[in-house]
């Protein structure tokens, strides 16, 4: 296969991401001696920064990518919200899907680190479901960009308020009518909300927990596999993608299966590898690529994002040199 021609085709695809965004803050600074008011550090601070988070870093590695991708999502109506407007647009991400809601915060994780740990996290955040009034214009919003023409809708689902059962069924339907992809990157609230999707994408401890097993699957590949044929009994989806850690990731539809082995990594940092696998294999399945292949391409993605601290995006020219490397 022609990897370098295949990556060109991600370029200009059309992804709508509907999800939670959140602003990642962070407060950077040194401990050098400890508070006479209480037994805590004082951090002399050196740096403060704002990330896009959430669905948002699912975005931003579409962009990476090469693709445009759209954001649909409710956030406040407050300042943290202008901001983390201006920080997607100025990241190339469009904003044409953004509800700014007057009854709800903008969600923002602000940590505090020094010497690369983290003393302290803060979230400011609403978590109630979003309004009917605010799913209703979701819903429309969503609607219009559906009949501009998309590649593949992804939803990404942390738990924040965003993604409702009525809104998730509503929008499944209409992007099946128009013959479009859907993907789903869950949390445990939702878990089967996504039935008839195209591909639904938990990790392993997600999976475990939606379908209420434990196995071991370092020994018992039958359980695990069982658990999997038992979720799209009730998913009815095409294309179950499981991330395994350590041992690689999981696909299968109704022909076909395939286990993706873990490359060997000098491990840094696990945050945000599963929003670098679900836009890579979201990518791989607007471009039609059959399930091996999604599996593999998106397993060295996740690998390679784990090398580097913080929450990175994927590179597009470094994933392609490691893909023809490993995949030749």
Same mark, same amino acid.
Request: net charge negative.
């Given at each position: 296969?022609?990897?370098?021609?295949?990556?060109? &085709? *991600?370029?200009?695809?059309?992804?709508?991401?509907?999800? $939670?965004?959140?602003?990642? =803050? %962070?407060?950077?600074?040194?401990?050098?001696?400890?508070?006479?008011?209480?037994?805590?550090?004082?951090?002399?601070?050196?740096?403060?920064?704002?990330?896009?988070?959430?669905?948002?870093?699912?975005?931003?590695?579409?962009?990476?990518?090469?693709?445009?991708?759209? !954001?649909?999502?409710?956030?406040?109506?407050?300042?943290?919200?202008?901001?983390? /407007?201006?920080?997607? +647009?100025?990241?190339?991400?469009?904003?044409?899907?953004? !509800?700014? /809601?007057?009854?709800?915060?903008?969600?923002? +994780?602000?940590?505090?680190?020094?010497?690369? @740990?983290?003393?302290?996290?803060?979230?400011?955040?609403?978590? *109630?479901?979003?309004?009917?009034?605010?799913?209703? @214009?979701?819903?429309?919003?969503? /609607?219009?960009?559906?009949?501009?023409?998309?590649?593949? !809708?992804?939803?990404?689902? %942390?738990?924040?308020?965003?993604?409702?059962?009525?809104?998730?069924?509503?929008?499944?339907?209409?992007?099946? &009518?128009?013959?479009?992809?859907?993907?789903?990157?869950?949390?445990?609230?939702?878990? *089967?909300?996504?039935?008839?999707?195209?591909?639904?994408?938990?990790?392993?401890?997600e999976l475990k927990e939606g379908m209420n097993v434990n196995f071991n699957i370092s020994s018992n590949k039958s359980d695990f596999e069982l658990a999997v044929i038992s979720l799209e009994v009730k998913l009815n989806n095409e294309i179950s993608f499981i991330t395994l850690s350590e041992?690689?990731?999981?696909?299968?539809?109704?022909?076909?299966?395939?286990?993706? +082995?873990?490359?060997?990594?000098?491990?840094? $940092?696990?945050?945000?590898?599963?929003?670098?696998?679900? =836009?890579?294999?979201?990518?791989?399945?607007?471009?039609?690529?059959?399930?091996?292949?999604? =599996?593999?391409?998106?397993?060295?993605?996740?690998?390679?994002?784990?090398?580097?601290?913080?929450?990175?995006?994927?590179?597009? @020219?470094?994933?392609? @040199?490691?893909?023809?490397?490993?995949?030749g």
């Amino acid at each position: 296969m022609n990897y370098k021609e295949l990556f060109e &085709k *991600f370029n200009g695809l059309r992804i709508l991401v509907i999800g $939670d965004v959140m602003m990642d =803050a %962070y407060v950077l600074g040194k401990v050098t001696r400890i508070s006479p008011e209480a037994p805590v550090p004082i951090i002399s601070l050196e740096n403060e920064e704002e990330r896009i988070g959430g669905a948002g870093n699912v975005a931003l590695n579409l962009v990476s990518l090469g693709a445009k991708p759209i !954001i649909a999502t409710v956030i406040g109506n407050d300042s943290n919200g202008e901001k983390l /407007s201006k920080l997607l +647009k100025s990241n190339g991400i469009s904003v044409e899907g953004v !509800i700014f /809601s007057d009854n709800r915060k903008t969600t923002v +994780k602000t940590r505090v680190i020094s010497n690369k @740990q983290q003393l302290l996290r803060i979230d400011s955040e609403d978590t *109630f479901p979003i309004s009917v009034s605010e799913e209703d @214009q979701l819903i429309n919003k969503i /609607s219009k960009l559906i009949e501009t023409g998309l590649d593949a !809708i992804i939803f990404e689902d %942390y738990n924040k308020g965003v993604l409702t059962e009525n809104l998730i069924l509503k929008v499944i339907h209409i992007a099946q &009518k128009k013959n479009i992809p859907t993907a789903v990157d869950p949390k445990k609230e939702n878990f *089967f909300a996504y039935r008839n999707v195209t591909l639904f994408k938990p990790n392993l401890k997600e999976l475990k927990e939606g379908m209420n097993v434990n196995f071991n699957i370092s020994s018992n590949k039958s359980d695990f596999e069982l658990a999997v044929i038992s979720l799209e009994v009730k998913l009815n989806n095409e294309i179950s993608f499981i991330t395994l850690s350590e041992h690689g990731v999981f696909i299968k539809n109704s022909t076909n299966k395939h286990y993706a +082995k873990a490359h060997l990594r000098n491990i840094a $940092d696990v945050s945000g590898a599963g929003d670098t696998v679900i =836009a890579v294999a979201t990518l791989c399945l607007a471009s039609k690529l059959d399930i091996e292949q999604i =599996a593999e391409i998106s397993n060295i993605a996740g690998g390679l994002v784990c090398e580097k601290s913080g929450v990175i995006s994927i590179d597009k @020219q470094e994933l392609l @040199q490691e893909v023809e490397e490993l995949l030749g």
